[in-house]
Each structure stands twice: as C-alpha cells, then as structure tokens.
C-alpha cells in the first residue's frame, strides 16, 4: 500500500476491503465460463478465481457472505467481506491454500495437486442458482476499437471514427494497415486456422 498509494493512508483500509471484494464478485461472475452440462471450467483463469472464492467461503468466521435475494422484485446477488478479518482470517487462509499448491507443484506432484484444485473447483447447487442470477446481468464483451489518423490533401490531420461493432473493428484494422494483401500469409492462416479457431465463419 505504501508502495503503491502513497500519501492515501486514510483510504488504505477502503482499497484493500474493495480490492479483496472484486476477487470475491469476480469469482461469481465467473460461474458464467462453467458448463453444467459438462460439469467444465471453459477458461482455466476463471477457474482459478472462482477456486480463490470457495476458499475465503470454506474459511468461515464471516470473512465472506455470499446471499441471493431480491430488490424491486428482482433477483440480486449480495456479497460482502468483513474488512476487519481480511488481514488476519483471509490472508491467513490464502497464505496456507497457495503454500500448499505450491508445495505440490514443485514436487511434480500432479495428483495431489490436481485433488486440491479440483476439490475447489466443484460448484453446488447453490452455486449454480448464483450462476443463474449471475448470467440475468451478463453484458457483452467489450469490443476493442480504436479510431485512426488520416493525414489530409492539404496537410490537415482528421480523426477518423467507427461504428462500435465488430464490422467497426475490422474497418480499422483496414485502414490502419494499408498495404497489398499477403496471399501467402492468408493461404497459411486458412491452413493454420482449425487449430486456433474451429468456429471461424471465413471460408
């Protein structure tokens, strides 16, 4: 904290409850990379978040509380973190779940390890009603656009803007790189590409 927010003393105690309870709302968030179908983690990063969040809940004492319930007759899920026990309860119980992976790990021990990370990774039935609730307020995933620069006849520089679609995207990856098209690289790509995207539309 000194490091990182210096002169902020005040707030210190605020940014770490936040910080510990975005890992907590995250881990939730999260449910909607787990197929129940399959029983499967689709993103393994994911998966690692949400096995950070059965931990902080199996260590009790009130550090985290995870409740459904309903606000303007909506389904809502509510979590919160005791600020007070974050450094003693939580980081205690972090400390001792990643030593003993670690442990595991460098021993090349892929069973026990894998036992460990497994046995968190399970999501309940209660879990799966969060998952639920979780996905009624899923938003689409952010789309990466940047504007480009276009230098003009008379010497003027102009912004140029696009639509906020994946058309928009591809547009300015367009313009930005303009140059003759790679018939070599697109023959290779097309022959390279079930191996990175099996569900590419591009024939």
Known sequence: MRILFPNREAEWEDILEMSWLDIVVSGI????????????WMQ????????????????GEGLVKIELCKKDGKDYVEARIDRTKIKTVGKEVIGKFLKKLHVFRSMGDLQRGKELFDYYSKVDENMLK????????????????????????DGSIKYVGYEKTLEGVIQSFVERYDCEFD????SYWKSCRDFFNPLCLIH
């Open 29 to 40: 968030r999260g449910l909607e990379h787990y197929n129940p179908e399959k029983g499967q």
């Open 130 to 153: 969060i998952r639920e609730v979780a996905l009624m307020y899923k938003v689409s995933r952010r789309l990466e656009l940047q504007g480009n620069l276009r230098v003009e006849k």
């Open 183 to 186: 018939e070599e690289m697109y």
């Open 44 to 59: 393994a990063h994911v998966n690692a978040g949400y096995v950070i969040l059965k931990v902080l809940l199996e260590a």
